[in-house]
């Protein structure tokens, strides 16, 4: 079992930044890949990034590409998700994921063994 718990989220301008944390409770942590997803009102869960357990294969959604940055430490057991040049458009409950299949990076939700709580993102105009 792996508890996940978010955190940084908040109300920024567009063209700001925000840096998202993911603390697992893992102790192998570096035996699962993480992943980022978000759900805006309305609209279904989206992939936002992913990792593997060694940051050798990271994957982007198109809509985040050249803005987002995921990485991860394994020493302490923490994800990041480093968002700049955020838009309105990415205001949404941003969750993190682990998948115990540590070697890939998949955007696919389903793919994901457990899942974190979320924390909430604004970005206003």
């Known amino acids: 079992q792996v508890q996940l718990v978010e955190s940084g989220g908040g109300l920024v301008q567009a063209g700001g930044s925000l840096r998202l944390s993911c603390a697992a409770s893992?102790?192998?942590?570096?035996?699962?890949?993480m992943g980022w997803f978000r759900q805006a009102p309305g609209k279904e869960r989206e992939f936002v990034a992913a990792i593997n357990w060694s940051g050798g294969k990271i994957s982007y959604a198109d809509s985040v590409k050249d803005r987002f940055t995921i990485s991860r430490d394994n020493a302490k057991n923490t994800v990041y998700l480093e968002m700049n040049s955020l838009k309105p458009e990415d205001t949404a409950v941003y969750y993190c994921?682990?998948?115990?299949?540590?070697?890939?990076?998949?955007?696919?939700?389903?793919?994901?063994?457990?899942w974190g709580q979320g924390t909430q993102v604004t970005v206003s105009a």
């Open positions: 893992r102790r192998t942590f570096s035996t699962i890949a």
């Open positions: 994921a682990a998948d115990r299949d540590f070697g890939r990076a998949p955007k696919e939700a389903y793919a994901y063994d457990y």
